[in-house]
Nanobody
Framework: QVQLVESGGGLVQPGESLRLSCVAS????????MMWYRQAPGKEREFVAHISFGGSTNYGDSVKGRFTVSRDNTKNTLYLQMNSLKPEDTAVYFCKALNSLSVYWGQGTQVTVSS
């Protein structure tokens, strides 16, 4: 059974940091591209970051220079280090696994940035 389970969300103040994790099971994690998306209330789901199975990365414009995506294939885990958080980063964050045949989504973790 395929599962993607996000964790690490919470309530933080502007300028603080969080690290999200996404633990994968039920598929060959190391062969998949992995992504983070987010969705704020009333808005469309937005691309945040991508890391290929080879380790190449790219980011959405709104998070460049503040967020870092990484993966540990030995732990089947995807990470998102989020620094200098802003209120506009408030959203549910989802991880996504993708290859040429399949796509899987996690259930999401809430991140709230507020003073």
């Amino acid at each position: 059974q395929v599962q993607l389970v996000e964790s690490g969300g919470g309530l933080v103040q502007p300028g603080e940091s969080l690290r999200l994790s996404c633990v994968a099971s039920g598929f060959r994690f190391s062969t998949y591209s992995m992504m983070w998306y987010r969705q704020a209330p009333g808005k469309e789901r937005e691309f945040v970051a991508h890391i290929s199975f080879g380790g190449s990365t790219n980011y959405g414009d709104s998070v460049k220079g503040r967020f870092t995506v990484s993966r540990d294939n030995t732990k089947n885990t995807l990470y998102l280090q989020m620094n200098s958080l802003k209120p506009e980063d408030t959203a549910v964050y989802f991880c996504k696994a993708l290859n040429s045949l399949s796509v899987y989504w996690g259930q999401g973790t809430q991140v709230t940035v507020s003073s």
